[in-house]
T-cell receptor, first 115, second 114 residues
Framework: AQSVSQHNHHVILSEAASLELGCNYS??????LFWYVQYPGQHLQLLLK??????LVKGIKGFEAEFIKSKFSFNLRKPSVQWSDTAEYFC?????????????FGTGTQLKVEL | EAGVTQSPTHLIKTRGQQATLRCSPI?????VYWYQQALGLGLQFLLW???????NRGNFPPRFSGRQFPNYSSELNVNALELEDSALYLC?????????????FGPGTRLTVL
């Protein structure tokens, strides 16, 4: 079965620090990859997505992610975090063999940015 | 543009009862998805409806069911409620039914089973 692993469950950073959140998935076929964010008191919203083409994708609010097919990874990065980036981040994958549009989510990473 | 809406916001039921949760997709979206976010289990796919038909379901028992109406809104029904059904139920919608279509999520319905 398709699975998604997020290695960091809780991350605490100071403002201006760099961020990298890991995401690995189990399926080796063609996949579509997503990062969602849930700010406190708000609903899930899309940060960025990768379907094909340039493996480095840029999303909203200065976030980017790199798809490395050989490592089955799709890590999220931001060069300099802000206090307002405090949120929970979810990596998600879907694939034709995994059930089409069904999104398989990682368990999430809670990011806290301190002033 | 209005986002995905869900009702009710909170729902409290007792074991054995039935719960009905409702979702209205973004205007123009034809696919609706249901996910369960239970404590310690993360977000798990429940059901996918497109053009009124159930297209896929996750690894949940048959007492979880739903439907999609002609206006593309959807209903999730949970029969014979169990304590472990307590969770946040999220609805999402997408413009199309392809795997590359972004799913937009609603605020969720918090179901508590006592």
């Amino acid at each position: 079965a398709q699975s998604v692993s997020q290695h960091n469950h809780h991350v605490i950073l100071s403002e201006a620090a760099s961020l990298e959140l890991g995401c690995n998935y189990s399926y080796g076929g063609t996949v579509n990859l997503f990062w969602y964010v849930q700010y406190p008191g708000q609903h899930l919203q899309l940060l960025l997505k990768y379907f094909s083409g340039d493996p480095l994708v840029k999303g909203i609010k200065g976030f980017e992610a790199e798809f490395i097919k050989s490592k089955f990874s799709f890590n999220l990065r931001k060069p300099s975090v802000q206090w307002s980036d405090t949120a929970e981040y979810f990596c998600a994958v879907n694939s034709a063999r995994g059930g089409g549009n069904k999104l398989t989510f990682g368990t999430g990473t809670q990011l806290k940015v301190e002033l | 543009e209005a986002g995905v809406t869900q009702s009710p916001t909170h729902l409290i039921k007792t074991r054995g009862q039935q719960a009905t949760l409702r979702c209205s997709p973004i205007s123009g979206h034809t696919s609706v998805y249901w996910y369960q976010q239970a404590l310690g289990l993360g977000l798990q796919f429940l059901l996918w409806y497109d053009e009124g038909e159930e297209r896929n379901r996750g690894n949940f028992p048959p007492r979880f069911s739903g439907r999609q109406f002609p206006n593309y809104s959807s209903e999730l029904n949970v029969n014979a409620l169990e304590l472990e059904d307590s969770a946040l139920y999220l609805c999402a919608s997408s413009l199309g039914s392809g795997g590359t279509d972004t799913q937009y999520f609603g605020p969720g319905t918090r179901l508590t089973v006592l």
